[in-house]
């Protein structure tokens, strides 16, 4: 056995830290709760206890793959540094005008989130240069000197600069960001044309401050999450996984932390795609829940839908457009206040409201006995019978129902206990529905026709359910959903997304300049991937955001990489029509169409994953014992039959009600669905009467 047979993936949520250690004899999994003062503790008890399981000294351990909320949390919590912003003349106001748009028309008493930098600590620059970047308005050296003073008097932890155009030119951000270092070296400076160097102000403005904002106290828990583990024996060197679905190092995480905004769910989807691509499954619904929030992404063709902006940190019930968006490669998906620890209540009308509050890990549920005194989803399922207070996590975590009923009666006291219960669970998992129809119908799909992947330590419990509202016909269970996006994490490849904007309109269409910024844009990539893939084999991914002229918006077009010549303009304008089409039914005729940005994706190319042979037969899954739980459909409490899932071997099938128990998670099979073991140790709920 050697050091790169044994690798770790390490996910970080809101309630429950996930570990998965992959070594020559198989795959071991864990869960810890999320400690929140000192989040590396957690990951050190997780990996002894996973290291324990498999009986691997964790000095062993050959590689270490991360994903955190660390970010997110940050930003939405607004525990960051104190940071300025410093921008070109006349423009300081942008990140609070923000799109001027009301994300709710009729709220007459709306309230636009603050910006993260307050108008004081927003700064000023007498420069300026064109949308081409050409010089308007030199930056002189008094300015310079000016703004240093400035900062340094503020007494700043970090420095956002986002000058106009800057992605054309960066000559005056460079400039004075080499000034504020040599005045101040342990100041951190983040400019906008490295972070996000794409048009438009708005979010680029947002990137480079998310990024400053969150830099000093993301590089300080690097930091310390490298030197424990190096105290605990594990020198393996550590990667982090990246918003967009790859993996990156940990000294680019600290420069560029806003790329790790996403970095656990984007796990989970890599989970789901791998799966997808085993099952030959070309239409998937990831759905990723688990003990603060819920994850909905779109899976086609074996890849997850991805996007190069997000908006995160929003205010107003997660409606869209009350966060702030930031320009960075993301995967594309739609997430919501819906976990095992999200707290229920009742609103001003007398109806249940489940969420987005969350008890997290601490204190809890009220069932924890922890503290909580909220009730919250996983109480209202120990209610219902859905989870063994015995086998919680293992064991690990002994629940109390006692707590769970008193929580409930005291918050809920208008309703009898079990129909407060039931209606959490209901709210909940309409909430998740009508997130997932939305979604879909965002991107043009018909729901009905996809198979949802199911994973979290949530979801198995709310799958079955949430496919009986859907319409889905058909539910994987993967092995290991419990802990699946750090599963994602060993399965993800290397990889780095450079970005520039650079605009030209296909009447003046020039390769030369196009093929020039493409060069450059590579060998930043390259640069990026070569600092962890071991000289492994790459692939390029290139992506123009094209629009008509006079569109607000672009959207994404695929192109093949390599060098571009004069009579490419038709494949651009071919490529753009049919991307155009393929999403709005129709095209645009007799307008011109335009690039405004560009983005370059090198990744280490990942092998073809085997695919999964179907069961040969079918026999009954031995029942290990009779209980009883409320079935949603028929509204009342019902016989299921408890399976092992480890019991299990491919073919053997369950009718439900049933409940299939595994250390980290349940998988509830309502009345109206089978489960059928598959090959890879997958379970396959199928509605019944259809076939799989």
């Given at each position: ?5 044994i690798?770790?993936g390490?996910?970080i949520g809101?309630?429950?830290t996930?570990?998965a250690l992959?070594?020559?004899?198989g ?5 810890v709760?999320?400690?929140y003062?000192n989040?590396?503790?957690a ?5 002894a206890q996973?290291?324990a399981a498999?009986q691997v000294?964790?000095?062993r351990?050959?590689?270490v793959i991360?994903?955190t ?6 930003l ?5 540094a104190k940071t300025?912003f410093?921008?070109?003349e006349g423009f300081?106001?942008?990140?609070e005008?923000?799109?001027?748009n009301?994300f709710?028309?009729?709220?007459l008493?709306?309230?636009l ?6 108008r ?5 620059a ?7 970047g050409?010089?308007?308005l030199p930056?002189?050296e008094?300015?310079?000197?000016r703004?240093v ?11 956002a600069?986002?000058f ?6 960066d ?7 080499r000034a504020?270092r040599a005045?101040a070296?342990?100041?951190s400076v ?7 160097p794409q048009m438009?102000e708005?979010p ?6 998310a990024?400053?904002?969150v ?6 828990y ?5 030197t ?13 996984l990246?918003s967009?679905?790859g ?8 420069e560029?932390p806003?790329?790790l905004?996403?970095?656990?769910p984007a ?8 799966l ?6 070309d239409?998937?619904l990831?759905?990723d829940m ?14 997850p839908?991805?996007?190069?902006s ?12 009350s ?8 995967v594309?998906?739609v997430?919501?206040?819906?976990g095992?620890g999200?707290?229920?209540?009742i609103?001003a009308m007398g ?7 969350s008890a ?16 919250t989803v996983t109480d209202a399922?120990l ?9 919680f996590?293992g064991?690990?975590i002994?629940?109390?129902p006692?707590l769970?009923?008193?929580a409930v009666?005291?918050k809920?006291?208008a ?6 219960a ?10 998740m529905a009508n ?11 018909d729901?009905?026709h996809?198979?949802m992947v199911?994973f ?9 359910r ?7 016909t058909?539910?994987?269970?993967p092995?290991g959903?419990g802990v699946g996006?750090?599963?994602g994490?060993l399965?993800?490849p290397f990889?780095?997304e450079a970005t520039r904007?650079?605009?030209q ?7 030369e300049?196009?093929?020039?910024t493409?060069?450059?844009l590579e ?5 990026f ?6 000289g492994q ?9 094209m629009?008509y002229?006079?569109?607000g ?7 093949p990489?390599g ?5 490419d ?7 753009f029509?049919?991307?155009?089409r393929?999403l ?6 007799g307008l011109?169409?335009e690039?405004?940005n560009?983005?370059?994706?090198v990744?280490?190319?990942l ?7 179907k069961?040969k037969?079918e026999?009954?899954a031995?029942v ?7 079935d ?14 480890d019991?299990l071997r ?12 595994e250390?980290?998670?349940?998988t ?8 059928i073991?598959q090959?890879d140790g997958?379970?396959l709920l199928?509605r019944?009467?259809?076939?799989a």
């Amino acid at each position: 056995m050697t050091k790169q047979d044994i690798r770790v993936g390490v996910d970080i949520g809101g309630t429950f830290t996930d570990v998965a250690l992959d070594h020559p004899a198989g795959l071991a999994t864990t869960k810890v709760l999320t400690n929140y003062a000192n989040p590396e503790q957690a990951i050190l008890d997780g990996i002894a206890q996973a290291c324990a399981a498999a009986q691997v000294s964790p000095e062993r351990i050959g590689q270490v793959i991360h994903g955190t909320t660390l970010v997110t949390n940050a930003l939405i919590e607004r525990r960051g540094a104190k940071t300025a912003f410093i921008t070109t003349e006349g423009f300081r106001d942008v990140i609070e005008m923000r799109s001027e748009n009301r994300f709710e028309q009729y709220d007459l008493n709306l309230e636009l989130p603050a910006p993260l930098v307050p108008r004081q600590h927003r700064l000023t620059a007498h420069e300026r240069m064109s949308p081409q970047g050409d010089v308007l308005l030199p930056l002189e050296e008094a300015d310079v000197a000016r703004l240093v003073d400035l900062v340094i008097a503020g007494g700043y932890e970090a420095v956002a600069i986002g000058f106009m155009h800057a992605y054309a030119n960066d000559a005056h951000e460079v400039r004075l960001a080499r000034a504020l270092r040599a005045a101040a070296p342990d100041l951190s400076v983040s400019i906008s044309s490295v972070v996000s160097p794409q048009m438009r102000e708005l979010p680029r403005f947002n990137t480079v401050i998310a990024n400053a904002y969150v830099q000093p106290q993301v590089a300080d828990y690097l930091g310390r999450l490298v030197t424990r583990l190096r105290d605990t024996g594990i020198t393996a060197p550590v990667f982090m996984l990246h918003s967009g679905g790859g993996l990156m190092s940990v000294a680019t995480a600290a420069e560029q932390p806003v790329r790790l905004l996403e970095s656990g769910p984007a796990g989970g989807a890599i989970f789901a795609a791998e799966l997808a691509r085993g099952h030959g499954l070309d239409k998937v619904l990831s759905f990723d829940m688990g003990g603060t929030t819920a994850k909905i992404c779109l899976i086609e063709d074996g890849q997850p839908k991805t996007a190069n902006s997000f908006e995160v940190a929003r205010t107003y019930r997660f409606k869209k457009g009350s966060g702030m968006t930031v320009s960075t490669p993301v995967v594309e998906m739609v997430e919501i206040g819906a976990g095992g620890g999200s707290i229920a209540s009742i609103d001003a009308m007398g109806r249940i409201q489940v969420g987005p509050r969350s008890a997290g890990s601490e204190p809890g549920p009220a069932c924890y006995r922890r503290g909580g005194e909220n009730p919250t989803v996983t109480d209202a399922n120990l209610m219902l019978g859905r989870l063994d207070p015995e086998n919680f996590a293992g064991g690990a975590i002994p629940l109390d129902p006692a707590l769970s009923e008193a929580a409930v009666a005291d918050k809920l006291a208008a309703f009898e206990a079990t129909d407060a219960a039931f209606g959490i669970t209901e709210m909940v998992d309409e909430n998740m529905a009508n997130a997932a129809r939305v979604h879909t119908v965002e991107n043009g799909r018909d729901i009905e026709h996809f198979t949802m992947v199911g994973f979290g330590g949530g979801a198995p419990l709310h799958a079955c359910r949430l496919c009986e509202k859907l319409g889905i016909t058909a539910l994987l269970i993967p092995p290991g959903a419990g802990v699946g996006s750090a599963i994602g994490f060993l399965k993800a490849p290397f990889s780095y997304e450079a970005t520039r904007g650079f605009f030209q309109r296909l009447s003046q269409f020039d390769p030369e300049a196009i093929n020039t910024t493409l060069a450059e844009l590579e060998d930043e990539a390259r640069s990026f991937v070569a600092q962890g893939s071991e000289g492994q084999e790459t692939e390029i991914r290139l992506t123009a955001f094209m629009r008509y002229a006079g569109q607000g918006w672009e959207i994404p077009v695929p192109l093949p990489h390599g060098s571009f010549s004069a009579a490419d303009a038709t494949l651009f304008r071919d490529r753009f029509e049919a991307a155009y089409r393929g999403l709005f039914g129709r095209i645009i005729e007799g307008l011109e169409a335009e690039i405004t940005n560009w983005s370059l994706v090198v990744q280490t190319r990942l092998p073809a994953p085997r695919p999964v042979a179907k069961p040969k037969g079918e026999s009954a899954a031995p029942v290990t014992r009779q209980r009883r739980i409320y079935d949603a459909a028929q509204r009342d409490f019902v016989e299921a039959a408890e399976i092992a899932r480890d019991a299990l071997r491919p073919g053997m099938c369950a009718d439900g009600p049933a409940v299939i128990t595994e250390r980290e998670t349940t998988t509830i099979v309502t009345s109206a669905y089978r489960a059928i073991a598959q090959c890879d140790g997958s379970l396959l709920l199928i509605r019944k009467g259809a076939t799989a």
